[in-house]
């Protein structure tokens, strides 16, 4: 008996013509998480051991925890392994309802599936991105001056507030103040970027003041915000400051521009001097290295006793901007080391955290304690929205018996802001006339 076989094409048998691997699809662009303005081209590899039927493009727009599928297509396939696809194409007629583009601003999700011609499968390969064909609206609410006989003074610190309208959640990927001088010059020009809050709580900070003894290291992100200030107050009035307190102001414009095209309309004007800041006192104790007063001063620090008074006022800068009073907390720190400790504050905060750590008490003991007895743990109650155009407190060192010894020298300092800067940027600062403020406890004579 005779029996004849025949083959029935590649896919009998398990010779090497069987298609027996499933086909990879790869992705090579967009990056993930990218900001893509415009059309782009969706594109990756592919490979198989035999050949391609095709790519299906899904293209998934995010609708918080859901996704909705807006578009589908199929990749063209190169013999060179490689496939590729257009997306967000612009038709003005075809997409008016989307400002002329394919697909609307927002968040996405793009979806490659490889199909082979046995009918394996690749499975899916994602890639995340944004769309944002449209410049956001700039809408600054600090400051808002236009013209030069309104500017908006600033003390140490030059900082913007206000929204911007975004579609999407990647907000501003690069912000470009440009500044110039009163009388239309141009100085220079400051790139920020990944701007994705300017609201009262987090403003954007443009410009910076520094004590020398602060100034920031050149690979600090803090170095751009000093060298603005510097450039718009100039090196020779910061000398001057510095020296002598000089009254010096700038009046500077500036205008705004989003890295895809925002800008303002405007040219928006402020006025900068380091003295706009709120600044304290501490009566009879400002240090005098020079003095011939050998009974009221050990070298350059001034005598006090246990029961001195100290005097301790604050006042707004030259902006006349009013203090947040529960911003306000005064320090001492003893000669050699480098803990402050409280002396008397008007922050519940500092006062919980004081009663907590010296009288052994638990965080809500702590807060019994403050509302019964606010004296004994140094604190002045004040609401949270409290501002003033003065702020003043007596108190003598009786109140951290105990703590201040008899032959030490203590520095004392305000920690505090006004109402202009909540987020701790237009800081209280020491006047003129007691920039370093010292005290040498004696016993008094009797």
């Known amino acids: 008996m005779v029996f004849a076989l025949s083959s029935c094409g590649e896919d009998s048998g398990l010779g090497s013509s069987v298609d027996t691997e499933a086909p990879v699809v790869k992705i090579e662009y967009p990056p993930s998480l990218s900001i893509i303005k415009d059309s782009f081209v969706f594109r990756g590899t592919w490979s198989d051991d035999k050949s391609l039927k095709n790519i299906l493009v899904e293209v998934y727009r995010s609708d918080g925890e859901d996704k909705i599928r807006e578009y589908q297509t199929y990749a063209t396939i190169n013999s060179d392994k490689t496939w590729s696809v257009t997306l967000n194409e612009y038709d003005a007629e075809k997409y008016a309802s989307k400002n002329g583009w394919q697909f609307a601003d927002g968040d996405y999700e793009i979806q490659a599936t490889a199909l082979d011609n046995a009918g394996h499968s690749s499975g899916i390969s994602s890639r995340s991105f944004s769309i944002d064909n449209t410049a956001p609206v700039l809408v600054l609410t600090k400051p808002t001056t236009i013209g030069s006989n309104t500017p908006r003074s600033y003390g140490r610190t030059v900082q913007l507030e206000g929204t911007f309208s975004e579609n999407c959640s990647s907000g501003i990927s690069k912000l470009i103040v440009s500044f110039y001088t009163a009388s239309g010059e141009k100085l220079f020009d400051s790139e920020f970027e990944g701007i994705t809050d300017m609201l009262n709580a987090n403003p954007l900070v443009i410009a910076q003041y520094y004590d020398s003894s602060e100034e920031p290291d050149p690979a600090s992100d803090n170095y751009k915000k000093w060298e603005n200030y510097k450039k718009l107050f100039s090196e020779d009035n910061i000398s001057a400051y510095r020296a002598d307190g000089s009254d010096i102001t700038e009046q500077l414009y500036f205008s705004v521009t989003a890295s895809d095209g925002s800008s303002l309309d405007v040219y928006l004007t402020f006025s900068l001097n380091p003295r706009n800041n709120p600044a304290y ?166």
Not at 363 to 381: G, H, I, M, N, V
């Open 281 to 446: 006192t501490i009566s009879g104790l400002a240090l005098k290295p020079d003095t011939t007063d050998t009974d009221n001063y050990t070298g350059a620090y001034y005598n006090y006793y246990s029961d001195s008074t100290i005097n301790v006022s604050i006042a707004p800068g030259l902006d006349l901007t009013n203090i947040l009073t529960n911003s306000v907390t005064v320090y001492y720190t003893k000669e050699g080391t480098s803990e402050k400790q409280l002396l008397w504050t008007w922050n519940e905060a500092k006062a919980i955290e004081f009663a907590m750590k010296n009288y052994a008490l638990s965080e809500e003991q702590a807060k019994t304690a403050l509302s019964s007895d606010p004296a004994t743990y140094r604190y002045t109650p004040t609401d949270a929205d409290a501002n003033t155009d003065t702020l003043s407190k007596s108190t003598t060192l009786s109140a951290a018996k105990g703590e201040i010894g008899y032959g030490y020298k203590y520095d004392f300092s305000i920690e505090g802001t006004d109402i202009d800067n909540p987020n701790d940027t237009q800081k209280i600062i020491p006047s003129d006339t007691a920039r370093l403020l010292h005290g040498n406890c004696r016993k008094r004579s009797k």
